[in-house]
């Protein structure tokens, strides 16, 4: 059963289920095939990934495939209660309460391990976290994690190289069927989402910084040009500022931007990125938001120093009032604006997340016990199985090789 605010919100939370899984045709079909095959028979399966509607259809899959699943969020503020009612009614153990405190969150976290799970996926390491910790009495049983965030890999190396890594780990974001269209398209669409939805303002003609030219400042530089906005792009690897240069933006430090922005979107992995001495020079009215993993990027500490007064301004918005009369706009507390203040990425892109997902999951249960604590890739056969299977769902073809030109290409 689990802790969930209110059953009553069941109904609305199976209709977002439905609508998302209208959009998902590869996980529907991998969990067609998991109904066939069984793939996780005899498993338990602890989630912790955001608790919304496109988490719940990838729950379901996974016990069609045999699987007892307990799920808990990886952020309170992206739980939907609606949601987490919704698949607990669907006999899924879910623990996520929207806005849970620190401690109730680590509760929720706990809890959802408290069946001492075979397979368990993080987005961030929280989880990992406290199976090394706190829970590690729950992990008897743990045959291997994944992971799904660019942080939490990172997290997750970290602990490897310092040998205190006790799972294998295979990291999800470095599959190219992930990050290639998660990180870029799905964090370029779920950013402009949430800012125009919380903020209501217009962009075309406006000054956007972007901090962080990776996979996710690539997408959110896109569609902020794609919105008309002029985009400024500020890196600390001279590779990704030439790649941000030849892709038509601006590049320059954030020193130099803090004056010129009318937004400022970071997606660094790093903290202190906008700092006191950047937010003393920026324009009135700008507006502030972080989409990289902690609410640490925008330095908060500094932004209530800097101002007389702070108030709610919208729902989403804070105004932080600086005495000399300007105002500075934080989105969603500085925390994750996609999810915090959004519905994160569209249904079709974590169809492809969700569906890279469920084949590690099965590689673990087939091959996880084998393994010996690490870091390790998710095999390149479930990257082309995802990517065709997109393909095939979109209706799209490819030429295949001809024999001929096999060996053609062989010859070199
Ligand atoms: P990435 O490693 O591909 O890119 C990060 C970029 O930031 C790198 O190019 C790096 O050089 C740059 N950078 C680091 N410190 C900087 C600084 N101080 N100033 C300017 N640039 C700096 O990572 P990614 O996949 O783009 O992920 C970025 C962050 O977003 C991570 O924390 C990740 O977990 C998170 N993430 C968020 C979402 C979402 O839905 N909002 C989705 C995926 C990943
Ligand atoms: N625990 C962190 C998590 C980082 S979120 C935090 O919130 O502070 C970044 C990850 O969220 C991405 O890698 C992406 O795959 C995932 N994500 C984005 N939209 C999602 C959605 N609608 N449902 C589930 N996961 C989503």
Redo the contacts with the bound molecule.
């Keep these: 059963m689990g802790v969930v605010r209110d059953m009553e919100l069941a109904g609305a939370g199976r209709r977002k289920i439905a609508w998302a899984a209208s959009f998902m045709p590869v996980l529907s079909g991998l969990r067609e095939e998991f109904i066939r095959t069984q793939p996780f028979s005899g498993l338990r399966i602890a989630l912790s990934i955001h608790m919304e509607a496109k988490t719940a259809c990838f729950a379901l899959a996974l016990r069609s495939g045999g699987a007892t699943v307990a799920a808990t969020g990886c952020n309170p503020l992206s739980t939907q209660d609606d949601v987490a009612a919704g698949l607990c009614a669907e006999g899924v153990d879910v623990y996520a309460v929207w806005n849970a405190a620190p401690e109730e969150y680590e509760r929720h976290l706990a809890g959802a391990l408290a069946f001492r799970p075979h397979l368990a996926l993080d987005d ?1 390491g929280d989880l990992t976290a406290l199976l090394h910790g706190a829970c590690a009495d729950r992990a008897d049983a743990l045959i291997g994690l994944t992971e799904e ?4 890999v ?1 997290r997750a190396r970290a602990r490897a190289e310092a040998g205190r890594l006790r799972f294998p780990l295979l990291a999800v ?1 470095d599959a190219d069927c992930k ?1 290639l269209f ?2 870029r398209y ?2 370029g669409q ?2 402009w989402a949430a800012i125009l939805h919380t903020t209501n303002v217009q962009v075309t003609g406006k000054v956007v910084v972007v ?8 997408g959110v530089a896109r569609r902020a040009a794609g919105l008309g906005a002029r985009v400024i792009v ?4 001279p590779i ?1 500022a030439i790649e941000a240069a030849m892709d038509g933006f601006s590049v320059m430090t ?1 020193d130099e931007a803090a004056p010129l922005g009318d937004f400022f979107i970071t ?4 903290h ?2 906008i700092t006191g001495r950047h937010m003393a020079r920026m324009k009135d009215g700008a507006i502030l938001a972080n ?4 609410d640490v990027e925008i330095d908060l500490a500094d932004l209530a120093a800097l101002a007389a007064r702070r108030e709610t301004r919208r729902a989403g918005v804070t105004g932080y009032f600086l005495p000399d009369g300007r105002v500075l706009n934080l989105l969603a507390e500085g925390r ?4 915090a203040a959004g519905d ?2 569209p249904a079709e892109i974590m169809d492809m997340s969700f569906s890279v997902q469920a084949l590690a999951l099965r590689h673990l249960a087939r091959h996880g016990r084998e393994l010996a604590p690490g870091v390790y890739p998710v095999p390149r056969a479930a990257d082309e199985e995802v990517a065709a299977r997109k393909l095939r769902a979109a209706g799209l073809s490819i030429d295949a090789l001809t024999p001929e030109q096999r060996a053609y290409l062989e010859q070199f």
């Design positions: 961030g965030t660019t942080t939490g990172r974001n990050h998660d990180n799905g964090t779920s950013t901090a962080g030219y990776g996979w996710c400042g690539r500020t890196e600390i690897d990704k954030m997606v660094t992995g790093c202190r990125v989409a990289g993993h902690f994750l604006v996609n999810l994160g990425h």
